[in-house]
């Protein structure tokens, strides 16, 4: 739209905009944390530990993680819920066949 017709809209594009920039740092914290999932299923493998010990390590962590978020800003939307279910696939996978 021209000014002449009023002001112009610019939410559709600084939406668009803000999706993407959200969209491209959730999938780099994603693989940043799919990485380190699996250095720490190699390393806690290779010092002997179970994989059920592994899962409830990390179920424990993400539940500290969450923890401090919701301490932090309130956020308190119950998403670690998802993401421990991630978590643990991740370390199967990496545990059994990586």
């Given at each position: 739209m021209?000014?002449?017709?009023?002001?112009?809209?610019?939410?559709?594009?600084?939406?668009?905009?803000?999706?993407?920039?959200?969209t491209?740092?959730?999938?780099?914290?994603?693989?940043?944390?799919?990485?380190?999932?699996?250095?720490?299923?190699?390393?806690?493998?290779?010092?002997?530990?179970?994989?059920?010990?592994?899962?409830?390590?990390?179920?424990?962590?993400?539940a500290?993680?969450?923890?401090?978020?919701?301490?932090?800003?309130?956020?308190?939307?119950?998403?670690?819920?998802?993401?421990?279910?991630?978590?643990?696939?991740?370390?199967?996978?990496?545990?059994?066949?990586?």
């Open positions: 021209s000014p002449a017709n009023g002001p112009t809209n610019l939410l559709p594009d600084e939406l668009d905009r803000a999706l993407r920039r959200a491209g740092s959730t999938l780099t914290a994603l693989t940043s944390l799919r990485k380190a999932v699996r250095q720490h299923v190699h390393t806690e493998r290779s010092r002997g530990t179970t994989l059920p010990e592994i899962e409830t390590d990390l179920r424990a962590l993400v500290r993680a969450q923890k401090g978020l919701s301490q932090s800003d309130g956020d308190g939307d119950g998403h670690h819920d998802a993401l421990t279910v991630q978590v643990v696939k991740w370390s199967e996978g990496f545990y059994n066949g990586d």
